[in-house]
């Protein structure tokens, strides 16, 4: 009995053990003759399959997979692909992009927040309406409310201090950047309006600060 | 076409029963055909203020278990021939009637009445849960304090997230013109910027409601601001554009040409 083939299952599918020693025309008629023989064990099951013990050049590859399938009824559903430094790259760059997603992009709410509704985002977001007292918002990025601000809002809540947060009308209860939380001065009366003025807030040494939205602020801000 | 209107606020205190009371009657002024539906079960206030509490035989309850017809139930007022009261139950609670039972309830009264209205209790549970279920539009009452506004606040965020998309106009009651005037209470504006939904009418702190309510007698319609408040919005609610009342109470010359601008 030749060992030149040899197939494993594992949690996905199968792996193919290949001998590396002998050419590889022989290593195909050696694929066709196990896959014939096994093709009644596997049915039409779909799985993923793994080559291991012998580099496979792309061409090689398709012509194995090719065999597989004249051969059996197997389903090859993806080739797993099993080198570390290829699969560390994959992991480095998707892990990154995903990053990357969370934080320039953006969300958008139509739509007034009102007393005891919670809005999670788990990127940057803008509102289209108030946000009242008792609502609430929480992103891991930055909050832009087209409307005012009179209720909660936490921005950055991965603890990202570089979030900010900007609306129309600044009037908000309790406000957290990162891990900085301020909160409304108590003496304020709670029914007399200020004049609106849009306003930013961003963490500076540890503070939150409010400051009305300028170009100069804009300029400083690093996200 | 009938509607079903519910009048809610969240808040207990601010005027459901009292709004509900005098909008019903002031409806019935108006020659429409009229049903209350008391549903704050336990809690039974709705035929007090309509002064009907000695004709109570059958309620709500008893119609949602078939111990009895919604016709028998049904309370026919001593003024208004084409008012009814269907009161609730005093010895149980909210949990006695589901929203499924209700809405059977109204799409069996939709049949005979032009407007159907549900006086709502306090609060967001079981009993709101019930009076809202079959409602096409809803008044919401609120007066001028922080805390009956918070409450309205959440009431409208979950009458929005309702399947079934409910119009909703703000009433805000036991407005005090002098307390405005001083800077001690907010302005409807105030009210209203946080809100943000129609205003259907202001009612005035009135001393002529809490005589007819503890007398059972609506005053909608009387002489009273309060009276004439009501009666205003009970026309805007069959669809007549009303101007709104000025509220300062002065008879004088000036208000009333200072009047004149402001409908403009």
Redesign the interface.
């Given at each position: 009995m030749k060992n030149s083939v040899v197939i494993k299952g594992n949690k996905y599918g199968i792996m193919v053990m290949l001998d590396d020693k002998i050419p590889f025309e022989e290593l195909k008629e050696d694929i066709v003759e196990k896959f014939k023989e096994s093709s009644k064990f596997f049915g039409e099951a779909s799985m993923a399959i793994t080559f291991e013990g012998r580099k496979l050049s792309l061409e090689e590859e398709r012509e194995v997979l090719d065999i597989i399938s004249e051969n059996s009824d197997i389903k090859v559903v993806c080739v797993v692909d099993n080198d570390k430094k290829r699969e560390e790259v994959y992991k480095e760059s998707i892990e990154k992009k995903v990053a990357d997603a969370a934080y320039s992009n953006g969300q958008f709410y139509k739509?007034?927040?009102?007393?005891?509704?919670v809005l999670e985002c788990e990127s940057s977001v803008v509102i289209l309406g108030?946000v009242?007292?008792?609502a609430k918002i929480i992103s891991t990025g930055n909050v832009v409310i087209l409307g005012a601000l009179?209720g909660i809002v936490y921005a950055g809540i991965t603890g990202d201090a570089s979030s900010f947060v900007v609306a129309l009308e600044m009037n908000p209860v309790q406000i957290r950047i990162g891990d900085v939380i301020a909160r409304c001065a108590d003496n304020k009366s709670?029914?007399?309006?200020n004049k609106p003025e849009t306003k930013i807030a961003f963490v500076e040494d540890d503070n939150i600060y409010i400051e009305p939205l300028s170009k100069d602020v804009l300029s400083d801000l690093h996200f | 076409m009938s509607e079903v209107i519910v009048v809610t606020s969240g808040k207990g205190g601010v005027g459901k029963t009292t709004t509900t009371a005098n909008v019903g009657t002031g409806l019935a002024k108006l020659n429409k055909k009229v049903v209350l539906i008391d549903t704050d079960i336990g809690l039974r206030n709705l035929d007090l203020v309509l002064g009907l509490e000695n004709r109570i035989v059958y309620n709500l309850v008893d119609v949602v278990e078939g111990n009895c017809r919604a016709k028998q139930a049904m309370i026919k007022d001593k003024r208004y021939s084409n008012l009814y009261l269907l009161p609730s139950a005093q010895t149980r609670d909210k949990s006695s009637v589901t929203p499924e039972q209700m809405l059977a309830l109204i799409e069996e009264l939709r049949e005979e009445f032009d407007y159907i209205i549900l006086d709502c209790p306090a609060g967001i549970e079981q009993g709101f849960q019930n009076a809202i279920v079959g409602a096409d539009r809803a008044l919401l009452v609120t007066t001028p304090e922080v805390s009956a506004i918070r409450d309205a606040d959440r009431i409208i965020g979950l009458l929005e997230a309702c399947e079934t998309k409910k119009r909703c106009d703000l009433i805000v009651n036991r407005i005090r013109m002098d307390m405005v005037k001083k800077g001690e209470m907010m302005t409807i504006d105030d009210v209203q910027d946080i809100l943000a939904i129609d205003l259907i009418g202001a009612v005035p702190d009135d001393e002529n409601i809490v005589i007819s309510t503890n007398q059972g007698e609506p005053l909608v319609g009387s002489d009273s601001l309060a009276g004439q408040a009501y009666m205003n919005i009970c026309k805007r609610i069959i669809g007549e554009d009303v101007p709104l009342l000025d509220l300062s109470g002065k008879k004088g010359v000036f208000s009333k040409i200072s009047g004149i601008f402001k409908k403009n």
């Open positions: 739509g007034t927040l009102r007393n005891g509704q108030d009242n007292p008792g009179k709670r029914f007399k309006k | -």
